[in-house]
């Protein structure tokens, strides 16, 4: 008799310990290595990439600052597959760049030009390194690489023509000069989480776009105070707003013309100027990696806000899909998009993915949270068919486009509840349970005051004003992972119930206030980013970009095992009152984590956020993303490679130069293992 196999211990690695160690840190046993860097060549014909600032060609390079991506299987021949091991696809987003007054300067030999105008060739490179890439990795032997050469490699940049989708399409307020149909634009930006569709596609949400658009200090006359102006002042453009880079000023091209957000032109519909250029961003966006022929398509119906992952739901044979999604920004809601069409299982492997993409993600109800102190909640619909829409004082919507294109202002309407920044949402493949990063708040306070701070409410109930004494920054610096269970009805349920599974916090900090999920110090982290549940191992990977613990230990990826939603106990923060008496807010907290179901895995080098997460199906191989090492780098120290924050990963052995990339590595087990376990 064969004895049985043991079960694989999960989270048996050692954890890793808190590090400012200019170095990717894993697990003994464990291996990482980079396979893919800010400017690595993704033709046969490109150079290679010097890393002094004087490269060009970046719209055939590797972009900057790698954030979400996913995996997308290969065959040996070069096929779409789902059990491929050691041959696949990565798209990769790249979100944005390491910057100082507005000059990307790492990207330019002198540091670039930071006083308006900029000059074009800088411009344009800063535009390509934006964007989305496919690029092929395959496994030779143990090592993985990328394929310098493979047909399959594509890059999408900040100027690529992209398609618009769903109930925007054609809409007037996605009219300009560029495109006076409304059924194109240019470009995708600032892409940051992703999602990958049950038809294999790639998914990828645009995220902080509104600063890379100016608008002119008499703008809001210009356009006869109308609605628009609303719009643009919710989406963070009031007139005078500059622009993060400048790209508008590099010339009268309309390629540097469009990033000016101003009314300009005397046509009553905007298609004489870029007055509705930024309509056209803040939406998810879909690609097809495996078909480079193919446009990418931005699927309006759901939402345009500061997208970051779309993670799908358990996709059920008869039932609708299911797509939840956050926006990032402080005190914004938590989103969920349900399909018209039933999902047919066929599509899963159609060979016109784009075709499904349209068939699932253009027709549908768009659903906001709302979050009750008791540990139920809403989904409400944001249609023209909710009263709290159709009359909504403060801006009058027009139909389902301009709901779509305007969410945020929907989601107002209706009273959501208010979060700590959604970042990115995943599902727990054992119970369909739905997890948010919520990654922090400067502006949530006991005592709101001013226009942009608001009060603690149950999923977000952390608000210090002065905890100094422990050196806890104000407001909810930490952030938090909410959970929500979904009630009768499964993906189209309108209610949920919810918790709070983990709370970030020092391990030091006041375990009644500040370090409620009782972390130690091989667990304790801030502010949770990055979240995806592994299909293979069940883990649930975060990982964190954080202001307010860099001072201790560089970025982090953790490991955990989580429970379920309902599996801690009701708890009461007690806030003291200027006036006396207090402030309590009931939350729930989850269960707290043993040694054995929350571990630190990684640990990256200095200035870096750690991001974006996907894995070979036997759970072997796991690509993940340095974003922006060397961050904190001043720009005037250019000249003198010592005075770099980082210098990863050259001093990793990777590439030429010593500026810091953002790269992507691959983390192996050295016994073959699946990596967590
Ligand atoms: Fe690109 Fe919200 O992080
Ligand atoms: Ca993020
Ligand atoms: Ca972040
Ligand atoms: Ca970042």
Known sequence: VVPPVPAEVLLGFGAVSKSLADSVVVPAGYTASVVYALGDPLTAATAA?????????????????????????????????????????????????????????????????????????EVDKETAIHGVAVVEVRKTGNAWSYVKDSSFNRRITALSEVEISGPARGNALLVTKYAPTATRTRGTLNNCGTGKTPWGTFLTGEENWNGYFTRGAADDAARGNDKSVVSLKRYGRTQGATSRHGWESAGADDKYARWNNSKLGASLDGSDDYRNEMNGMGFVVEMDPYDKTRMAKKRTALGRYAHESAAFGPATVGQPLVVYMGDDSRNEYVYKFVSSALWSVADATAVDRLAVGDKYLDSGKLYVAKYAADGSGQWIELSMSNAAIAGFAAYKFAGQADICVNARLAADAVGATMMDRPEWCSVNPANGEVYFALTNNSNRRAEPSGSSQVAPNGPNP????????????????????????????????????????????????SQSMVNLSKLTGEQDFSSPDGLVFSPYTGICWFQTDDGAYTDVTNCMMLAALPGQVGDGAKQTLSYPKAAGGTLDVDTFVGKAPTANT?????????????????????????????QHPGENTDQANLADPAKYTSQWPSNAGYGAGKRPRSATIVITKNDGGRIGS
């Not at 930490?478 to 970030?504: P, Q």
């Not at 870096?608 to 072997?620: A, M, R, V």
């Open 49 to 121: 990439y010097k890393n002094d600032g004087t490269d060009s060609d970046f719209e055939t390079r590797a972009g900057d600052h790698h954030d979400g991506m996913e995996l997308f299987g290969l065959s040996a021949a070069g096929l779409p597959s789902v059990t491929s091991v050691d041959r696949a696809l990565l798209a990769i987003n790249h979100e944005a760049t390491t910057d100082q007054t507005l000059s990307s300067f790492f990207l330019h030999a002198n540091g670039g030009t930071r006083t308006l105008p900029r000059p074009a060739v």
């Open 462 to 509: 952390r608000a210090y004003t002065d905890l100094k004494g422990t050196s806890v920054q104000a407001g909810n610096p930490n952030g938090h992972i909410v959970r929500m269970k979904e009630g009768a009805g499964g993906n189209a349920a309108t209610t949920f119930s919810w918790d709070v599974y983990l709370f970030g916090a020092e391990s030091g900090a």
């Open 598 to 626: 929350l571990k630190r895995f990684l640990v990256g080098p200095v200035g870096c956020e750690i991001t974006g997460l996907c894995e070979t199906p036997d759970g072997k191989s796991m690509f993940i993303n340095i």
